[in-house]
């Protein structure tokens, strides 16, 4: 039998080209037969490349678990220029020179950024000040300073140092702005700093090398054309604990029975229950995402896809 296009779900990982926007390139997809439902994992700047995360059709009720994942970017930054928007695209501020700062000042200044830290988010972003984005105030002239906020940098490892430029790869948590990070380790040299490129190379698990070029998707005919550049819902979460149901297992979460510790193979009230579940059936088709309920015995339910 045909697969339809209406029965594939899972993941488009792209290698975003730069100069167009995260939200672009989601529209562009859409235009392909097949892909009824399509979001992505993480919004990257117009002028960023790398992973950018398409969950497609019914795979986009998985997006909040994609969304939570580390991510690791590499990045330029540019010593002793300032700018409005802390990346290339926006106008300089204010020019300094770094004559003066070695090397190990550098690795030392950057390893201060390591761990949990406070950023204000940049006055040109994408978030919501009373229903409209923070680069639409500051376009018009008025921009709106959201507070600091917690951020957590797993680790900055720096790969080149040829000044004014500095080329360092960045793990770090969802929610954190790289040109906000150079532009304060720039503050913190005291010559200022901003981005002046950035890739992104893993997001939700994926790597860069599974990441196809957009110019190369839009030229499929339909989205069954490309199912094999589709990663299944099961594999979508790769590092989230999986079990496979059997059939009486699968039969309860189809009709959206109650399950119990026991039923997925856990003792109650245990301390190494992981906080997300994924179960697949005998077929490898992803069938829900379960998490324990407080009481340590219940699982509920954070999404099912009950399968034909």
Known sequence: MLQRDNDINGILVVDKPANISSAHVVKQLKKIPGINKIGHTGTLDPAATGVLVCPVNRATRLSSFLLADTKIYVACMMLGIETDTQDAEGKVTANASVDEITETVIRGTIREFEGEIDQVPPVFSALKHKGKPLYAYARQGIPVTKP????????????????????????????????????????????????????????????????????????????????????????????????????ALADRIRHGKVLFAGDLGFGENTDQTPSWIKISDENNRLLAVVTPAGDGNRYNYCCVFVNP
């Open 148 to 247: 600091a906020r917690k951020v957590h940098i797993a680790y900055i490892r720096i790969q080149d140092i040829r000044l004014p430029r500095v080329w360092f790869e960045v793990g770090c948590a969802s929610g954190t702005y790289i040109r906000t990070l150079c532009a304060d380790i720039g503050k913190k040299l005291g010559c200022g700093g901003h981005m002046e490129t950035l890739r992104r190379i893993r997001c939700g698990g994926f790597d860069i090398h599974e990441a196809m070029p957009l110019e190369k998707l839009m030229a499929y005919s339909s989205l069954a054309a490309m199912k094999a550049l589709v990663i299944p819902m099961v594999d979508a979460l790769p590092e989230m604990p999986a079990l496979t149901a059997d059939a």
